[in-house]
């Protein structure tokens, strides 16, 4: 079945400082990749949606200038977590769809990060 | 926008039980609605989807209805075992193929 690499599983860093986290989708083409977040005891949240060459589109209250999302190829997407605040700390997960587009998502196993 | 609730947020039963999960979604312009487990710190895994056309899905022991309509989605668990123990998720996708969440319910299956 296909398959998301989310890469790192877990990361903790100080405030102030940039975290970056990688998708990649194995082995199929990912044309659309999604962000989400989700806060304990809470149900994910879409963040994003980036389409491959272009930028994402972001949901409402999520800063684009925070979070800055880069999918320059169809394998890869990238989320960046720019100055962070103790209050990002989440758990993120992206997932990746392929053509067609009425085809399961498939989704990375997370990234939990802890800003101190 | 699409608003997903599952209820019950929790539930508990013995080993063997069969039982259904709830998901209900107030935009009935779906485009599919998909289920999913998810472990503890984990990411999810996609156990069902069904299309906007489709009634049903199968699965081994797992089978999720759509009832679009109603702006409603069960999924049922046949024989149920202590691996099952999970968080399961709804989404509702639109045309755009963005996914709206539940909140899950918390399922644990006492051997």
């Given at each position: 079945g296909a398959v998301v690499s989310q890469h790192p599983s877990w990361v903790i860093c100080k405030s102030g400082t940039s975290v970056k986290i990688e998708c990649r989708s194995l082995d199929f083409q990912a044309t659309t990749m999604f962000w989400y977040r989700q806060f304990p005891k809470q149900s994910l949240m879409l963040m994003a949606t980036s389409n491959e060459g272009s930028k994402a589109t972001y949901e409402q209250g999520v800063e684009k200038d925070k979070f800055l999302i880069n999918?320059?190829?169809?394998t890869l997407s990238t989320l960046t977590v720019t100055?962070?605040?103790?209050?990002?700390?989440s758990f993120y997960i992206c997932s990746g769809v392929h053509r067609p587009y009425n085809s399961p998502l498939h989704f990375g196993n997370g990234t939990r990060l802890t800003v101190t | 926008k699409q608003e997903v609730t599952q209820i019950p947020a929790a539930l508990s039963v013995p080993e063997g039980e069969n039982l259904v999960l709830n998901c209900s979604f107030t935009?009935?312009?779906?485009y599919n609605l998909q289920w999913f487990r998810q472990d503890p710190g984990k990411g999810l895994t996609s156990l069902l989807l069904i299309q906007s056309s489709q009634r049903e899905q199968t699965s081994g022991r797992l089978n999720a209805s759509l009832d679009k309509s109603s702006g409603r989605s069960t999924l049922y668990i046949a024989a149920?075992?202590?691996?099952?123990?999970a968080t399961y998720l709804c989404a509702a996708a639109n045309t755009g193929n963005q996914f709206y969440f539940g909140t899950g319910t918390s399922l644990t299956v006492i051997p």
């Open positions: 999918h320059a190829s169809l100055s962070a605040h103790p209050e990002d700390s | 935009d009935s312009a779906i149920s075992q202590p691996g099952d123990s």
